[in-house]
């Protein structure tokens, strides 16, 4: 049977291990320097002279039951000639400005990725800023650069991360789902900021933009691409007819004599819900509520001919056609939620058709950010918006 030095266990470049101590309290490992080792610039190469020496401790990975691991180690400091600056050496093993080695930074990252921070924090017994510290450095290190080369579709949104109306403007790859950009605010200056980073050619790529019907990024886009086709999220649309739809339908409550209200009452989404998604008693209670009440049939046949749309156009011509009569029916109603709204439609007819032309739809991003609510709420809130930009990118690295 083979038996392995625990020494072997703590392995740093140009130290070796003098001494191993194990007390109630942790496990102490103390190093002395290596003779054979002989420290240089990291820039140059050339050889340093040493001007004075010191000692550190870092944090090291548990051993067994012993939780707190302390490695005491020597550092040189010392003067590269050439360069003519002076230099503070650890081993590559130990984080340059953390009292801590990689290997347990990126230990306590891994637990961080799929735990809450106070768990992480009492395994390794130490605080959770302390976890929050060192994985926020470990996935600034390891992840590679947005990719920003030969980008087809952008999926747009905004998310709001903090409550008084606190948001982000989110940036996606459309085809990949990789997080690009995340800046603070949903105004045309947290849009810019990702465009600012694309070079004359990367900008050349874009072929379209999914984004709800935000104005503000909608003149970004047509400012910085104006060869790329902007697309109204269907979802978005639907969504916003069935605020209209809605809206009519309080409307004829407030109109309708005490036997109607009873009718009318909690029919909010028997009305939205596509009838598909309806059981056989819920089928029967609408068909009871569109007998019975003109205005909401009409605005009810309306949003199940506009989902019949989407469902059936073939190209975007054929879409503008078809969306363009929905509207001239909506307008001939005489309802004025469902007015608006053909008139806003009427007004984005091409962003609203080019779905059919590129077949994008906000899905992804919307999907993204219910991930980005479920890290909120399991972090007890983000104040950070850059370490939750890391965070959001890995998860969306792990997908592609």
């Known amino acids: 049977m083979k038996t392995f030095n625990i020494k072997a266990l703590f392995k740093l470049s140009g130290c070796v291990v003098e001494k191993i101590l194990v007390e109630e309290v942790g496990v102490q490992v103390k190093m002395r320097a290596d003779e054979r080792y002989k420290p ?7 050889r340093l002279k040493e001007h ?3 000692q550190i401790a870092v944090y090291d990975l548990p051993l067994a039951e012993k939780t707190a691991v302390w490695i005491t180690l020597p550092v040189i400091q010392g003067r590269c000639r050439p360069c003519g600056c002076f230099i503070t050496q650890r081993p590559p093993e130990v984080h340059p400005k ?5 290997r347990l930074m990126r230990r306590v990252a891994t637990w961080a990725s799929v735990c809450p921070a106070s768990t992480v924090a009492a395994m390794f ?4 800023a302390t976890v929050r510290r060192y994985e926020m450095d470990i996935l600034r290190t390891d992840l590679p650069e947005p990719l920003l080369d030969d980008l087809e579709v952008l999926l747009v949104d905004e998310k709001s991360v903090r409550k008084g109306h606190g948001y982000v403007t989110i940036v996606l790859n459309g085809r990949t789902g990789e997080l690009l950009h995340m800046a603070e605010g949903k105004k045309k200056e947290s849009l810019e900021s990702f465009f600012s980073k694309l070079n004359d050619d990367q900008k050349r790529s874009i072929r379209a933009v999914c984004i709800d019907r935000n104005g503000a990024y909608r003149a970004v886009i ?22 209209a739809l809605d809206e009519v339908r309080r409307s004829e409550w ?13 029919s909010r989404y028997l009305l939205t819900r596509g009838r598909e998604n309806l059981d056989e008693q819920a089928k029967d209670r609408l068909i009871e509520l569109v007998r019975l009440n003109e205005r909401l049939s009409t605005a009810y046949i309306l949003k199940e001919d506009f989902r019949w749309i989407y469902a059936a156009a073939q190209s975007a011509e054929e879409a503008i056609a078809k969306l363009s009569s929905w509207c001239e029916a909506a307008f001939s ?8 709204f053909a008139r806003g439609l009427m007004r984005d007819l091409p962003a609203a058709a ?9 899905g992804p991003i919307e999907a993204f950010n219910n991930q980005i609510a479920r890290l909120i709420h399991r972090s007890c809130g983000i104040t950070n918006l850059d370490y939750l930009f890391l965070k959001m990118r890995a998860q969306s690295l792990q997908r592609i």
């Open 40 to 46: 240089s610039c990291p820039d140059c190469g050339a």
């Open 52 to 54: 004075r020496k010191g």
């Open 98 to 102: 953390r009292d801590a080695t990689w």
């Open 125 to 128: 017994d130490i605080s959770e």
């Open 222 to 243: 047509n400012e910085q691409v104006p060869h790329a086709d902007v697309i109204h999220d269907r979802f978005h649309l639907i969504a916003n007819l069935n605020a």
């Open 254 to 266: 407030h109109r309708a004599k005490e036997g109607g209200k009873r009718v009318i009452k909690g």
């Open 333 to 340: 109603t005489g309802l004025a939620p469902l007015g608006r």
């Open 354 to 362: 080019a779905f059919f032309k590129h077949r994008v739809t906000s």
